[in-house]
């Protein structure tokens, strides 16, 4: 995977080449757009660097298209780790049945990740396979790589021009997944051009067709510096079904280590 | 005037303080959470038993588990306790209680030390669980052996760079439970669960002891494992009481060793596991190995549809008159896992498992569906054949059966 330290020192000259360019009102030659591309998401994620650990609450709204609700209550601790990808422990509260259910995952950037389940009912913790990146996450309209860590690698860019959303002056760019197994042949994010946030995405199916809508809302700063949403709604237009998340308690540098990511610790986790 | 602000300004500080007492103390106070479930079972018998006294068609009962837990320290100390109860409509053994779990837990950055009742699952397989050897199997609850008793121990466990040691002291041993005559389900000749006799002079109070070491390298997730202590598997003879004949439960002294792995790469999981056990009354190797493999999003759906092939050896083979040999000796398992990953997480496992010594087998169908936020309902169906009386589905060759299940979680 690409170094963190080497973002960092584009850092500059990215910023400076992307104000130039988004002058520029002219179509754009192919080679130039995924130049821009690449240059809007590294910025982006350069942005993001540094947190060190995060932990935070999230609920997940169900919603079919007659309306029921079903609730999901989940629990993350994440570690951020700048020479792999990130570990992370997933508490699950609700539904009841699941309680105390707890997921730990070893994300790389190129490659599967590691993957463990821990079945509280059974005492029993399973690694299993992470292969199956586009299937639903409990049920709900996020699949699992919706919900994993951005890593640049991951994609290939295109810059496709500038627009106007949540009433912010926004850039366009296309990012197609890299991973055959990935549920996509594209990704259109929409990230504000101040702050670099992502405000929106669309995503396209293996048919190209549109599936999916996600909207962050109600960003909040943390630390002086990393920009997190209150509150995210994905739409599938295929189905009417949509998911909403609502984050809660989040807290950052909160003193997680390597030794809190563990089959120990996920059999302990609640 | 002033006196009256003093104290005022005193009373304020004094209300101050012991507001602000009560809030620190409120908020390094025990956290404290009430879950469990309670559930209510029915099954029914396509034909009636082959012994006089079972029940016929239909059994009925209701259960219930409750969790108490505390956390303090920020979660480094914990206390849990989870009883059990069953009450079973005919069956006197079926209606029982246990300690699930009563324990204690203190976690450090890199050891944890954890005591009381508890229950310790090993293993990867998932048609038999041959390494599995710490709790005692509740064999009232199910004929599977899935249900297990809590076991009373003291367990250190060390985090280190080439794997995680859990070091066990099991004070105090669990007799494997039984189910009673008017139940379906068994072999004719009931098992006595008074005159319990054990190698050791202690008893059942005998000190056992065992050291399990595990580790994830790459793809393969690694645990292997001694243990020394009280044989968890009784051995049965048949005595004359009175003008019957029952089981006598005898408890040998064993050294086991375990290995299991699993090697996860992309959608496949290769399993396998082994023990080698050493008692006065015999030697034995066993291994249960096979693979997992799923299909991700069948017929443009988000379901998954998983695909299970396992088969067990014993060295004790089928037995012969001098010994009884084991119950899966030459035995392969079909299975497959249907995931709809739906809002109401529907699944469905579909299992055969087939004795290539004997003419007998027996499938399984296990569904179950979330309802509203708090419910779970499951269907289960169990198919058993056998022609060979030497075979130990013998005896339950007519209990073929249709088990409804809904559980409430609180």
Redesign the interface.
């Known amino acids: 995977m690409l170094n963190k330290q080497i973002i960092t020192s584009l850092f500059t000259t990215v910023a400076l080449s992307i104000a130039s360019y988004s002058a520029n009102a002219t179509p754009l030659e192919k080679q130039q757009a995924e130049k821009l591309g690449l240059e809007i998401s590294t910025q982006a994620k350069q942005r993001d660097i540094g947190w060190v650990d995060n932990t935070s609450d999230m609920l997940m709204l ?1 919603r ?1 298209k007659q309306g029921q609700e ?2 999901r209550e989940i629990k993350t601790k994440t570690l951020e780790l700048l020479d792999d990808g990130d570990k992370s422990l997933t508490i699950f509260n ?6 105390g259910t707890s997921f730990l995952s070893f994300s790389h950037a190129v490659g ?1 990740d ?1 993957q463990w389940l821990y079945l509280p009912s ?3 913790v ?4 992470s ?2 990146k ?3 996450f ?3 309209e996020f699949s699992f790589e919706d919900l994993s860590s951005f890593e640049l690698e991951k994609y290939s860019y295109n810059y496709l021009g500038d627009e106007q959303i949540n009433g912010l002056d926004s850039f366009m760019v296309e990012q197609v997944p890299v991973d055959e197994n990935s ?1 996509y042949t594209k990704r259109i994010v929409w990230l504000d051009k101040v702050e670099y946030r992502v405000q929106k995405i669309d995503f396209y199916d293996r048919k190209n067709s549109l599936l999916k809508t996600l909207t962050y809302s109600d960003y909040k700063q943390y630390l002086s510096k990393y920009w997190r949403a209150d509150s995210a709604l994905m739409l599938n237009h295929q189905n009417g079904k949509s998911t909403e998340l609502k984050w809660d308690n989040y807290a950052f540098k909160t003193g997680l ?1 390597e ?1 809190d990511f ?4 996920l059999k ?1 986790a ?1 | 005037m002033n006196m009256v602000n003093n104290l005022k300004k005193t009373a304020l500080f004094a209300a101050f303080g012991l507001n602000s007492m009560l809030l620190s103390l409120a908020a390094s106070a025990d956290e404290f ?1 009430l ?1 469990g ?1 309670v559930g209510f079972e029915q099954r029914y018998f396509a034909e009636k038993g082959q012994y006089e006294q079972q029940l016929e068609h239909s059994q009925t009962s209701i259960f219930i588990e409750p969790e108490l ?1 505390w ?1 303090w320290n920020n ?1 480094s100390d ?1 206390f849990t306790f989870k009883p059990f109860y069953r009450q079973d409509e005919y069956d006197n053994e079926r209606s029982h209680g246990d300690i699930r779990e009563l324990s204690y ?1 203190h ?1 450090s ?2 050891w ?1 030390l954890r005591a009381g009742i508890r ?3 090993w293993g ?1 397989t998932e048609f038999q669980h041959l390494v599995d050897v710490i709790n005692q199997t509740d064999g009232v609850e199910d004929s599977d052996g ?1 249900d297990k008793l809590g076991q009373l121990m003291l367990n250190l ?1 060390l ?1 280190k760079d080439w794997g ?1 040691i859990d070091l066990y002291l099991l004070p105090g041993f669990r007799e494997r439970t039984f189910v009673g005559e008017k139940s379906r389900l068994r072999a004719s000749v009931l098992v006595n669960n008074n005159n319990i006799s054990y190698q050791s002079s202690a008893g059942d109070k005998h000190l056992d002891l065992a050291i399990h070491w ?1 580790q ?1 390298i790459d793809n393969f ?1 690694i645990g292997s494992y001694w243990f020394h202590g009280t044989n968890r598997d009784p051995i049965l003879t048949p005595v004359t009481e009175g003008n019957k004949v029952v089981l006598n439960q005898y408890y040998n002294q064993m050294d086991q060793f375990g290995f299991d792995v ?1 090697a ?1 790469i ?4 290769w399993k396998f596991e082994t023990i080698y056990r050493t008692t006065d009354d015999d030697d034995f190797w066993a291994t249960q190995a096979g693979f997992e493999y ?1 299909f ?2 069948v017929f443009e759906s ?1 379901a ?1 549809v998983g695909l299970l092939v396992e088969y067990g050896w014993d060295s004790r083979g089928e037995g012969d008159e001098n010994s009884s040999g084991a119950s899966v000796q030459n035995d392969i398992f079909f299975g497959s896992r249907l995931a709809f ?5 529907s699944e469905m496992l579909i299992g055969l498992g087939a004795d290539l010594d004997h003419n007998s087998f027996s499938f399984l169908i296990e569904a179950n569906r ?1 309802f509203g ?2 419910f ?1 309902v499951s269907l289960d169906v169990r198919l058993l054949q056998s022609t060979d009386k030497k075979d130990l589905l013998y005896g339950v060759k007519d209990d073929d059966h249709l088990q409804l299940g809904i ?1 409430y ?2």
């Not at chain 1, 609700?94 to 309680?99: E, F, G, I, L, Q």
């Not at chain 2, 990953?341 to 997480?345: E, G, I, Y």
């Open positions: 169900l079919n079903s609730t609700k539904p009841r049945d699941v309680k599967n590691d059974l005492k029993r399973k690694r299993i396979s292969r199956n586009s299937g639903p409990m049920g709900s549920g280590s030794s563990n089959r120990n610790t302990r609640r | 959470e879950s479930k837990y956390e979660g914990t837990i976690a950055d890199d944890e229950k310790e699952f990867v899935e466990s985090v995680i595990s994830s997730d699993q996860t992309d959608d496949w999981l799923t991700i999003g988000f998954d990953n739906d809002m109401q997480s979330r936020e708090s779970k559980e979680y609180f």
